[in-house]
């Protein structure tokens, strides 16, 4: 795993595992600090453990963004993970079209596609091919529930 700043934002990269070392990334002193886990692999529950001690010992806020199937998977799995005020920005939601066999993945962002604290209902776009239609890859149920224990 390997954690990089730019602008303020953390991009978190690779695998969360219970090889991670945490406490090696130096992290500014602050309430809030901005993970963009855009390009986490996977998470497993070893390092979810690590990184809900991590940020506990941190005393921050995480703002998570661009959140990956896997971390979302968890958020729904692990409470404690969106706990210490936790907010999330945006999530990825795999889709893919049975008939042409086109993959897509929808960013959904906080106050725009899903209100903290609601039972989100959407739908996906049409496939931009004739005659297809999108379906999630995943179950919209049990992948979006988390947001309706969210804080707003």
């Not at 690779?14 to 986490?40: K, Y």
């Amino acid at each position: 795993m390997e954690i990089q700043a730019t602008d303020g934002t953390y991009f978190v990269s690779g695998d969360i595992t219970e090889a991670c070392d945490l406490g090696s990334f130096n992290l500014p002193i602050s309430t809030s600090i901005r993970f963009d886990l855009g390009n986490v692999r996977t998470i497993n529950s070893c390092g979810v453990r690590e990184w809900i001690s991590w940020i506990k010992k941190l005393k921050i806020s995480p703002v998570y963004t661009n959140c990956p199937q896997s971390v979302v998977m968890q958020f729904n799995m692990v409470k404690e993970l969106l706990s210490n005020n936790a907010r999330v920005e945006s999530i990825r939601v795999p889709a893919y079209c049975e008939n042409c066999g086109e993959q897509k993945v929808f960013v959904l962002t906080s106050g725009t596609d899903f209100k903290p604290g609601e039972k989100l209902e959407y739908v996906l776009p049409r496939c931009d091919k004739e005659g297809c239609s999108l379906e999630p890859d995943v179950d919209f149920e049990s992948y979006l529930y988390f947001i309706e224990e969210l804080k707003s």
